[in-house]
Nanobody
């Protein structure tokens, strides 16, 4: 089972940027579809962005389109989430997720491996 480790979270002000990273412990990283989700206190975990195995396709939740960018470096076994123009409503724990094979997925139930999460807090 692949293990995922997120990093890059922190406390920032509205309008700032952060880049989250997720390192995967597998030689077969290029075979995994990857996604980012977030969970605010008292709320369900929700889709943010996903990317196909070859980076050919990406998808985004509507509220982050134009501000967030998902990318991956298969040589480094790492997926990234560049977050620009951050807003207080982006505050949440951000989770990296992986699924072997397939295309891209936007549902929590579609992923089989999860990281421990990294906190992102955006102050107004």
């Amino acid at each position: 089972q692949v293990q995922l480790l997120e990093s890059g979270g922190g406390l920032v002000q509205a309008g700032d940027s952060l880049r989250l990273s997720c390192a995967a412990s597998t030689r077969f990283f290029s075979n995994y579809a990857m996604g980012w989700f977030r969970q605010a206190p008292g709320k369900e975990r929700k889709f943010v962005a996903c990317i196909t195995r070859s980076s050919g396709n990406t998808r985004y939740e509507d509220s982050v389109k134009g501000r967030f960018t998902i990318s991956r470096d298969n040589a480094k076994n790492t997926v990234y989430l560049q977050m620009n123009s951050l807003k207080p409503e982006d505050t949440a724990v951000y989770y990296c997720a992986a699924r072997f094979g397939g295309s891209y997925y936007t549902e929590v139930k579609d992923y089989t491996a999860w990281g421990q999460g990294t906190q992102v807090t955006v102050s107004s």
